[in-house]
């Protein structure tokens, strides 16, 4: 059965950080490109950061981009998210993804799907 499970999130201050996993199973995650995406109460889901099969390419949405890093760890069949210097507007449900595809921004494009982790910054 092919499952993703994110964790690591959790409230914190601004200019806090966390750091997300998202643990595959049931499937090789070094043969998918994944991709993070996170959507806020009443807004559309936004792709905030992706990252190719073997790491090598890494893409982030302006918003975060200097204060998040994504990385993979294709061994442990997981990939990460690092968010530093957090601020209000990331507070959001963020959701990894998996794609046979290149990176993108688009979610319609990821083929399988975490259940998400909350992450709220608010002091």
């Known amino acids: 059965q092919l499952q993703f499970v994110e964790s690591g999130g959790g409230l914190v201050q601004p200019g806090g950080s966390l750091r997300l996993s998202c643990v595959a199973s049931?499937?090789?995650?070094?043969?998918?490109?994944i991709g993070w995406f996170r959507q806020a109460p009443g807004k559309e889901r936004e792709g905030v950061s992706c990252?190719?099969?073997?790491?090598?390419?890494?893409n982030y949405v302006d918003s975060t981009k200097g204060r998040f890093t994504i990385s993979r760890d294709n061994a442990k069949n997981t990939v990460y998210l690092q968010m530093n210097s957090l601020k209000p507007e990331d507070t959001a449900v963020y959701y990894c993804?998996?794609?046979?595809?290149?990176?993108?921004?688009?979610?319609?494009?990821?083929?399988?799907w975490g259940q998400g982790t909350q992450v709220t910054v608010s002091s």
């Open positions: 049931g499937f090789t995650l070094a043969y998918y490109a």
């Open positions: 993804a998996a794609t046979w595809r290149i990176c993108s921004g688009y979610g319609n494009r990821y083929d399988y």
């Open positions: 990252i190719s099969s073997s790491g090598g390419i890494t």
